[in-house]
């Protein structure tokens, strides 16, 4: 049992019982190296997916700093990428604390690892939370956009290229839409949910406000959103089908259906990795509070488990990377 | 390593201090995005991008080489992780990206509209 987990007593062993040490490193220590190499692969795999998504909608792909531009508690005010940044810096932090815990380890310090794993844990549960309200700001959107028949999709823009909500121009038309649930059916389907506006709202509202632009997907030589012009943009609206409003599987309102599915997979996918470090350092956290490691007179579990964190570490730079700032 | 019990705490502390620096570089990049930078292209990447890439693969380098500590492990334990990784990455992204590139180019040249 000892000889699989400690490098002291695992030398003592001999060769064929589990006492050999290729390239000078312990079973458990290779291993995780080696998980994480493969997780490396996957997740190289995700992202590269997304580069070859955007490559081939090279025109249309949204732009990030125009997504993600909220911060908690700031209100309507256009903070891009801050709050990734300070998530990034939340995560680099949890990765120094844990690297702490595992020098401490080496130094036999059993409350000083404690603290610092104690510190770990609460970082991983910071950034946890901070993602969810990403995610809750991402789903529930801000502007609303309108889809055409042809998939394209088309935001409102004021005369200085300012967004515009479409609940600020939105007339509001008395109609007789009725949800369809499945109780009413004769097969058991549901209708999408009706969203706050009909197109027809959206577009006589548009035609009622001349001071409203269209701007499409389209990426031109400034690296700018294409805004169009009043004529143009109604005659793109009479292609109008859907109201678009926040973020689904399906569609968004930030432009081509992909990003958000590949927002939701690759951040979803990491955050998931996050949540099950977490788990990790508090078991070993528990550990170290009983004193296995100090029987043991060996931290390695903690190196082990650090090697997994500082995993979820470099795997968020390169999304931040590619997310947030390509 | 495990059986030297000198502290690494100055050198961690180097490390944070670095990883920090670049992440501030990175957003403050990105804020301002200096037309000399994100209007110039250099294979098909504006020049800004390929600031960041090197950035994040410096980032990359010393997560891995100083809080994972693979500055500490025998040479060939630390390339048999590396070599693969680099390896594969770089072929998986550069076909990747080169299919997609060539799918944009037909969509491009076709007499069809695709998103419209």
């Keep these: ?326 | 390593m495990a059986h030297s019990h000198e502290s690494n705490v100055k050198r961690i502390w180097t490390v944070f201090g670095i990883l920090s620096v670049i992440t501030i570089v990175e957003v403050a990049l990105g804020i301002y995005k200096p037309d000399a930078l994100f209007k110039t292209d250099l294979f098909k990447l504006n020049l800004l991008n390929w600031i960041f890439i090197i950035l994040t693969v410096v980032k990359a380098y010393y997560i891995m080489w100083a809080f994972m500590h693979l500055e500490g492990e025998k040479s060939s334990f630390r390339w048999s992780i590396v070599a693969p990784m680099v390896f594969l990455i770089i072929y998986l992204v550069f076909i990747l990206l080169m299919e997609g590139n060539y799918v944009y180019e037909v969509f491009n040249d076709s007499p069809y509209k695709w998103i419209f």
Excluded at chain 1, 32 to 57: C, E, H, N, Q, V
Excluded at chain 1, 209 to 223: A, H, M, Q, S
Excluded at chain 1, 279 to 285: A, E, K, R, T
């Design chain 1, 1 to 326: 049992m000892a000889a699989t987990v400690t490098t002291t007593t695992a030398t003592t062993e001999k060769t064929w019982g589990g006492g050999n040490e290729p390239m000078g490193a312990s079973y458990g220590k290779m291993m995780m190296w080696f998980f994480i190499l493969s997780d490396a692969l996957t997740f190289s795999g995700f992202l590269a997916s997304y580069g070859f998504s955007r490559f081939k909608f090279m025109d249309t792909w949204p732009i990030a700093d125009e997504v993600f531009t909220h911060f908690p508690f700031l209100h309507g005010v256009d903070a891009p990428m801050y709050y990734v940044a300070l998530m990034t810096f939340i995560l680099i932090f949890s990765s120094v604390t844990m690297v702490l815990a595992v020098d401490a380890g080496h130094q036999l310090k059993k409350t000083k690892v404690a603290i610092y794993m104690l510190l770990t844990i609460l970082g991983g549960l910071v950034f946890l939370g901070s993602q969810a309200w990403e995610w809750k700001t991402f789903i529930k959107g801000e502007y609303g956009a309108i889809e055409t028949t042809g998939g394209a999709l088309l935001q409102f823009v004021d005369k200085e290229g300012e967004r515009v909500n479409i609940d600020d121009f939105a007339l509001s038309i008395p109609t007789e839409r009725v949800n369809h649930t499945e109780s009413n059916g004769i097969w058991f389907e549901s209708s999408d949910r009706l969203g706050d506006h009909t197109v027809e709202e959206v577009v006589e509202g548009f035609k009622a406000n001349p001071d409203v632009l269209i701007r499409t997907e389209w990426i031109n030589e400034d690296k700018q959103k294409t805004i169009l012009s009043r004529e143009e943009s109604l005659e793109k609206l009479q292609n109008a089908k859907l109201v678009v409003r926040g973020a689904n599987l399906e569609r968004n309102e930030y432009g081509h259906k992909l990003f958000a599915d590949f927002f939701f997979f690759i951040t979803g996918f990491h955050g998931f990795h996050v949540f099950s470090g977490v788990v990790l350092n508090i078991i070993i956290f528990f550990n170290v509070i009983l004193g296995t490691y100090e029987k043991r007179k060996s931290y390695e579990m903690v190196e082990k488990v650090g090697l997994y964190w500082h995993f979820v570490d470099l795997v968020w730079v390169f999304v931040f990377t590619f997310f947030y700032l390509v």
